[in-house]
């Protein structure tokens, strides 16, 4: 049942069960989708029996799963990309899961080739005061570092559908926007006179706002596009340690007292990088969990269509309002980096 709606020329979202919306898609009709599975009770996002984050245990979750994997599949055009943010599990007693790999299984049993993953880095003080895991913290590390163990980093597990991709995506003039902090860019050490970080930093952020300012319109041949060149070596990388943790769309007032919270919305430079990399103006983009929206307004405001899904009520509220705010994204200073 669709409990709410929005529709507009760029974008529909609803306030639904993903898996009832799901199957009213045509085939193939999805150029990319990107979002951010509940990681099997690690977090409880609702008190619906419909929620993926209840299920009674990990074989329950990924049998649930497995069904919006299917689907997913049946949706998305050949040789397009479905981008799923994920982390390893590690329980309240310390117990590992292996949850990206157990994706990665899935997603080859119906229809996608994985094609590798990224690593993004977070702060482990940041962690642990998020997670509470004993195992992460200093003073356990005095008293018996045998229990004392790294931050999980996210990672972003990248898939591509079967099939022989009829329209590629393509990026004739090359990139001219970096979605992330400021880069230590690798090219210019060389007008350093000595190793100085600060000045290092500094000199790649002049740099930078100088190749961002003087390629915002580039129309030229992509070999020549300096800033494209910079921001590829960055975006190729296997470990994104240069992701705004903060960046994020407003989400505080989508939380309700009668459910244990978890809301911390993807960040926007991880979506931005895949939008930007893996799907051409106008497409289709797709998330069957779009919690305040991000997944749906980082798209709409880079030029291509969205759909949307989302079960809690007061999450969908949220992307309505963000949402209203999708065409003011980059008034403000369209060369803007930080």
């Known amino acids: 049942m669709v409990h709410n709606q929005v529709i507009t020329d760029d974008y529909a979202i609803y306030n639904s069960d993903c898996m009832e919306v799901l ?3 045509p085939d193939k009709s999805i150029g990319l989708s990107v979002y951010s599975p ?9 008190s619906s029996e419909r929620d993926f984050s209840n299920c009674d245990s990990r074989e329950q979750f990924m049998e649930m799963y497995e069904f919006l994997i299917k689907e997913i599949g049946r949706v998305t055009k050949n040789g397009r990309i479905s981008a799923v943010h994920v982390m390893e599990i590690v329980s309240r007693n310390g117990a590992y899961w292996d949850f990206p790999n157990a994706v990665i299984e899935a997603h080859s049993r119906h229809g996608f080739e994985y094609k590798g993953r990224i690593t993004i880095w977070k702060e482990p003080l940041q962690v642990r005061l998020r997670t509470m895991l004993k195992s992460l913290t200093h003073q356990t590390l005095v008293e018996d570092a045998t229990e004392c163990f790294p931050a999980t980093p996210d990672y972003l597990l990248l898939f591509r559908k079967k099939g022989v991709c009829e329209v590629p995506v393509t990026h004739s ?3 001219k926007r970096y979605y992330g902090a400021i880069p230590i860019l690798p090219d210019t050490t060389q007008f350093l006179d ?7 930093i500094e000199l790649s952020n002049t740099v930078l706002r ?7 319109n580039y129309e030229g041949d992509h ?10 070596r960055r975006y190729m990388s296997s470990v994104w340690d240069d992701i705004r943790i903060d960046e994020v769309l407003p989400f505080q007032e989508s939380k309700d007292e009668e459910d244990e919270k978890h809301v911390h919305p993807l960040q926007l430079d991880v979506i931005d990088r895949v939008i930007e990399l893996y799907s051409n103006p106008n497409d289709t983009v797709l998330t069957p969990f779009m ?22 009520e007061s999450y969908f509220r949220q992307a309505i309002m963000n949402l209203e ?8 200073s369209q060369l803007s980096l930080f």
Do not use: C, M, W
């Not at 070999?223 to 590829?232: C, R």
């Not at 705010?325 to 403000?332: I, L, S, Y």
């Open 38 to 46: 509940p990681f099997a009770g690690l977090y409880n996002y609702s």
């Open 173 to 175: 003039k090359g990139l």
């Open 325 to 332: 705010k999708v065409g003011e994204r980059f008034k403000e």
């Open 23 to 25: 199957p009213t898609l």
């Open 210 to 216: 100088r190749l961002q300012k003087q390629y915002a």
């Open 291 to 312: 919690g305040v929206g991000s997944e749906v307004f980082s798209p709409v405001s880079l030029g291509r269509k969205a759909i949307g899904i989302e079960l809690k």
């Open 194 to 200: 000595n190793s100085d970080t600060e000045e290092y």
């Open 223 to 232: 070999k020549a596009n300096i800033l494209s060149h910079v921001i590829y």
